[in-house]
């Protein structure tokens, strides 16, 4: 296990993400026994769907790790404390991460049962804007050098880009046109690739639910505390900066006294 | 164990679609820590050596 700084006021977190590290792992091996041994095959799709018990929660992970990003945006618009920007960007980060996972497994999953690994369906449409506006907000923050500045149009694209979310949840459930199955909160009869869950298979996508959203949130815990240590080392690099001003300056300084 | 002669080669891409990037990730979260430490030993001792 990776040793995390426990220092000042990062240590108790770093605890609780050491702890959670040490949970994940029989977890992560408890939902991999679920998903490919304990839920049986699906009546029309077979052994493919199980696929979904994978990407289901790792598209959920985004939008959760999004609307942190969102609040922590606001709260830095608000307190202009620099922990939410650091709350933010790592949220983003890790977001864009389970984003892109949740794409890609959707793709490989419609292979087989949509004959196709794309369409531009509007579920699929909106996921890929999704993930191009967040991009942007990696490529808006790479490209401002003052923090203060930095933060402060972070934060208003943090927010103004947390509109896309219920743009992609919304959109299997309010346009006709989608092919894409709703699992939750709806019905859509257009959908290619719906599916039935049996009692074990809802049991099996409440643990890698579970298990999905613990490792996402420990990514999430792991980048905050990174992003502090680099905070400190850009204070310690500042430090050495100003000493060594101070020693070539005072035989300097001396020279123009004598 | 699911049945691989059924789309089996999906079900594994699919599988290492997730775990691949995950674990790619924790990998590089573990480095940028470990280059992080070294960094700020070196600069610590370039401190107290200035002192």
Not at chain 1, 92 to 104: K, Q
Request: glycine share 6%; aromatic share 12%.
């Amino acid at each position: 296990m990776t040793p995390i700084d426990s220092r000042g006021a990062s240590s108790r977190l770093a605890s609780v993400t050491r702890a959670l590290g040490v949970a994940l792992i029989p977890a992560s091996l408890l939902a991999l026994f679920m998903a490919l041994v304990y839920a049986p095959a699906e009546a029309t799709m077979g052994e493919v769907y199980r696929i979904f018990f994978f990407h289901l929660p790792a598209n959920i992970a985004s939008f959760i790790l999004f609307f942190v990003a969102f609040v922590a945006g606001i709260a830095y618009l608000r307190t202009q404390n620099p922990k939410w920007d650091t709350w933010s960007a790592s949220s983003i980060e890790v977001g864009i991460l389970a984003s892109f996972i949740g794409t890609v497994t959707g793709a490989i999953w419609a292979r087989p049962v949509w004959n196709t690994w794309w369409t531009w369906d509007p579920r699929l449409t909106t996921v890929t804007i999704l993930l191009l506006t967040y991009l942007g907000y990696v490529m808006l923050r790479g490209a401002m050098d003052d923090p203060a500045r930095r933060a402060r149009y972070s934060a208003i694209y943090a927010i103004l880009a947390f509109a896309n979310v219920p743009l992609v949840y919304f959109s299997t459930r309010l346009l006709d046109r989608t092919i894409h199955p709703v699992v939750f909160g709806g019905e859509n009869p257009n959908a290619e690739g719906d599916m039935a869950l049996t009692a074990p298979m809802n049991y099996t996508l409440l643990v890698c639910m579970v298990v999905g959203l613990a490792l996402f949130t420990y990514f999430l815990f792991r980048r905050v505390l990174l992003a502090r240590r680099e905070a400190d080392a850009a204070v310690l690099r500042a430090q050495l900066l100003d000493a060594e001003e101070v020693t070539h300056r005072a035989p300097l300084v001396e020279a123009r006294d004598a | 164990m699911p049945d691989w002669s059924d789309n089996g080669f999906y079900l594994i891409l699919g599988l290492l679609a997730f775990w691949v990037p995950v674990l790619g990730y924790g990998w590089s979260l573990r480095s940028r820590a470990a280059r992080l430490t070294e960094e700020e030993a070196l600069l610590r001792e370039e401190l107290g050596q200035g002192r």
